[in-house]
């Protein structure tokens, strides 16, 4: 087996006593105390994430913005500096490479973009083949990111950093300092949650930890590991790649069409993804909930009433905030409405299920 890399926290994580795993190449906590614990107090106070492993690839000069365009599906025109997209890389055959967060740092000229940690050396060979003449730049082992989701965190992230930070838009960041060191606080997440990620140089990385667990203890702050993000996004019904999405999934069958622009111009992979979604969508990913007994999980088959085998779970779990069986899954086009009963095997039994209205659960009427 190779040897697992550490982010700049791992110190940190075990000190705490968590429970450590290989995570895509990476010594990551999958748990502190519980996952429904963990889970619930994101939920009602604030998490702590260490997502150092995430990668952040640089794009700079008069051909960043050109490169962009090409490279992937949303507009890139379309952002002003201080302002982050959510986006897709896709390859000639309208498959998701990766998605992907772009963060406009300077218009026209400079980009940050946060690809997933396992996708981190592909997403770069991608980038590197495929660019119009962009300065690229892999600066993923020079970064940190902490994630801070919650109800609280903009009261909490105000004692670190200026109080402007509370003013902070969705999917808009701000440069402040810590410590002497410049770093992008950015109101994205991967919860639900009102939140933000911070991206700090590695020297700060644990002094800005222990500062928010410090600073955070008034408001309920825990650490969270791995096992309740998938659980808090899964809630959500945010696609996790290689589950939701992968190189051959379309985007317009994962429900990610509202990122696709193709009155932008040409991109990789725009004529396969429209003519592949002109042509007739053949599945669609809903969300569901167990009616029966049971945890789904990924890969378990889905069925009909008269048992015809109609698709599959992408993912799926217990859900700490509804206390039942919920899921995603890609089922055949004519089962994904909403109420319709469906099942699914659960280690040879057939449990009830119902196509569910997604997110599962809304933060901001909780």
């Known amino acids: 087996m190779s040897e697992v890399k550490k982010t ?23 748990q502190y105390t519980n996952l429904k614990d963990e889970h619930l107090n994101v939920r009602s106070n604030i998490g702590l994430f260490d997502v150092s492993h995430m990668g952040e690839v640089f794009f700079r000069g008069e051909n960043a913005l050109k490169s962009l365009q090409y490279m992937t599906t ?9 302002k982050a997209q959510y986006s897709l890389i896709l390859n000639e055959e309208g498959g998701v490479v990766d998605d992907i967060i772009i963060y406009c740092l300077k218009e026209n000229q400079e980009y940050m973009v946060c690809v997933n940690a396992a996708n981190s050396d592909k997403d770069f060979a991608w980038f590197e083949k495929h660019n119009q003449g962009a300065e690229l730049k892999n600066e993923s082992a020079d ?31 701000a440069t402040e300092n810590f410590d002497g060191e410049e770093c992008i606080v950015a109101r994205t997440g991967y919860t639900g949650e009102d939140g933000y990620e911070i991206f700090c140089p590695n020297a700060v990385a644990v002094k800005l930890w222990r500062e928010l667990l410090n600073k955070g203890a008034d408001f309920g702050v825990m650490p969270i590991g791995l096992g309740a993000r998938d659980t808090l996004r899964t809630e959500m019904k945010y696609s996790l790649y ?28 725009k004529d396969a993804a429209v003519n592949y979604k002109e042509s007739g969508l053949k599945r669609k990913l809903i969300g569901f909930s167990i009616e029966d007994r049971g945890i789904p999980r990924d890969g378990y088959k889905v069925f009909s009433a008269d048992g015809q085998e109609i698709g599959y779970v992408t993912s799926g779990t217990q859900s700490p905030s509804l206390a ?28 009830k299920a119902v196509v569910t209205k997604t997110p599962f659960v809304d933060p901001k009427g909780a």
Not at 150 to 161: M, N, T, V
Not at 325 to 347: C, T
């Open 324 to 351: 039942k069986g919920i899921g995603i899954a890609y089922v055949s086009l004519g089962f994904e409405k909403i109420g319709q009963e469906i099942f699914v095997d659960i280690r040879g039994r057939k449990a």
């Open 242 to 269: 290689g589950h939701e999405i992968t190189d051959e999934t379309n985007p317009f069958e994962a429900a990610l069409g509202w990122v696709v622009k193709p009155a932008k111009g040409d991109f990789i992979g």
């Open 143 to 173: 970064w940190s990111q902490i994630a801070v989701q919650g109800k609280k965190s903009p009261e909490l992230l105000a004692k670190i950093f200026s109080a402007t930070v509370k003013d902070v838009a969705s999917f808009s960041f």
């Open 74 to 82: 949303n507009d890139v025109s379309k952002l002003q500096e201080g």
């Open 8 to 30: 700049p926290l791992a110190g940190e994580h075990e000190a705490a006593g968590a429970r450590m795993v290989d995570f895509a190449g990476w010594y990551l906590p999958i």
